[in-house]
C-alpha cells in the first residue's frame, strides 16, 4: 500500500498563477485533510473533508479551494498563487472511530515556492 | 476554539541525555492528544497518543508522555536520547469527537553524537 501520496513534490510558481496540488490515499479513510507548515508556527489547517461530496474550511482556507468527488482523492486548488503562500503543504487522512478521529496519517509534503 | 503550546521551539542535547519536551493545550473539555515527530527530510508520523485510561503512555523507539489533566499538560521524555533523534517534535490536541487536530509550532531538537 502507497497510503498517502503528493504530487508534485516541489513546484516554483510566479505571482497570480493556479495550481492543483494533488494528494490521494488507498487506506480508505473517510477523513483528508490539507495542512500547511511555516517554520516556527507548526501546522495549520487549511481544509478538510469528512467523506467524498463534503468539504469544510480550516483554520487558514483564504486563497485555496478543495473538492472531494471521490474517497481517494482530495485536491488542493490555489488560484492566484501569492507569496504568503510559499510553504510546504501536507496532506493527511485519518478514520473516523466510534465518535472520534484517529490518528492522521502525513503524506511526504508538497515544497511551494511563489515568486 | 483549542490551542496548544510547546515552549521550546530548540532544544540542543547530547547523546544520552535525557528529553523532556513540554506541551500544555487550552480546552475546557475532554481531549485526545498526540506526539507527532517529522524527522530531516520525512513526513509526519505519529510516535504516541492519548484517548483514555492510564495517563503515562508509551510509544515508539523508547519515548514516553504523561497526561497531567489539572495542569493541562502532555509532555513528552526519554530517558536517554541518541543522535538519530534529531528531528521536530509536535504536540497536537483535538476534542473528544472532535475532528479537527490543532498542532503546536513544534520543537526542533538536536542531538549531538
Known amino acids: 500500500n502507497a497510503g498517502v501520496t503528493q504530487t508534485p513534490k516541489f513546484r516554483i510558481l510566479k505571482i497570480g498563477q493556479s495550481m492543483t496540488l494533488q494528494c490521494a490515499q488507498d487506506m480508505n479513510h473517510n477523513y483528508m485533510y490539507w495542512y500547511r507548515q511555516d517554520p516556527g508556527m507548526g501546522l495549520k489547517l487549511i481544509y478538510y473533508?469528512?467523506?467524498?461530496?463534503?468539504?469544510d474550511k480550516g483554520e487558514v482556507p483564504n486563497g485555496y479551494n478543495v473538492s472531494r468527488s471521490t474517497t481517494e482523492d482530495f485536491p488542493l486548488r490555489l488560484e492566484l498563487a501569492a507569496p504568503s503562500q510559499t510553504s510546504v503543504y501536507f496532506c493527511?487522512?485519518?478514520?473516523?472511530?466510534?465518535?472520534?478521529?484517529?490518528?492522521?496519517?502525513f503524506g511526504p509534503g508538497t515544497r511551494l515556492t511563489v515568486l | 476554539a483549542q490551542s496548544v503550546s510547546q515552549h521550546n521551539h530548540h532544544v540542543i542535547l547530547s547523546e544520552a541525555a535525557s528529553l523532556e519536551l513540554g506541551c500544555n493545550y487550552s480546552y475546557g473539555g475532554t481531549v485526545n492528544l498526540f506526539w507527532y515527530v517529522q524527522y530531516p527530510g520525512q513526513h509526519l508520523q505519529l510516535l504516541l497518543k492519548y484517548f483514555s485510561g492510564d495517563p503515562l503512555v508509551k510509544g515508539i523507539k523508547g519515548f514516553e508522555a504523561e497526561f497531567i489533566k489539572s495542569k493541562f499538560s502532555f509532555n513528552l521524555r526519554k530517558p536517554s536520547v541518541q543522535w538519530s533523534d534529531t528531528a521536530e517534535y509536535f504536540c497536537?490536541?483535538?476534542?473528544?469527537?472532535?475532528?479537527?487536530?490543532?498542532f503546536g509550532g513544534g520543537t526542533r531538537l538536536m542531538v549531538k553524537p
Open positions: 473533508s469528512v467523506g467524498a461530496g463534503i468539504t
Open positions: 497536537a490536541v483535538t476534542p473528544y469527537a472532535g475532528n479537527m487536530l490543532t
Open positions: 493527511a487522512t485519518s478514520q473516523w472511530t466510534s465518535g472520534y478521529t484517529d490518528t492522521q496519517y
